[in-house]
Nanobody, 119 residues
């Protein structure tokens, strides 16, 4: 079993910053890609950012140059630094981690953390 615990969400004014964290634990042999997604009210979940095991990254166009994804492999943790936040960034943010457990490769999802950006 793999568990993900997210933290760092909250309420911030437009132009502000937040840093999300997502820590993985459990039967982990190795972690491959780590991602952030978000889901706004009434909308489908959408991709935000991706980081490979080697540290290569890519971003949704809507957050490029404002958000930065990073990871600490020693802590099995992925981060999302969000700067210059806009009201349209308001959503529940989820991390997704692709994990090899010595038995199988699985995708695990976090429980989500609310980010609210006021205008």
């Amino acid at each position: 079993q793999v568990q993900l615990v997210e933290s760092g969400g909250g309420l911030v004014q437009a132009g502000g910053s937040l840093r999300l964290s997502c820590a993985a634990s459990g039967r982990i042999s190795s972690i491959n890609a780590m991602d952030w997604y978000r889901q706004a009210p009434g909308k489908q979940r959408e991709f935000v950012a991706h980081i490979t095991s080697g540290g290569s990254t890519n971003y949704a166009d809507s957050v490029k140059d404002r958000f930065t994804i990073s990871r600490d492999n020693a802590k099995n943790t992925v981060y999302l630094q969000m700067n210059s936040l806009k009201p349209e960034d308001t959503a529940v943010y989820y991390c997704k981690v692709n994990v090899y457990t010595n038995v199988a490769t699985v995708d695990a999802w976090g429980q989500g953390t609310q980010v609210t950006v006021s205008s």
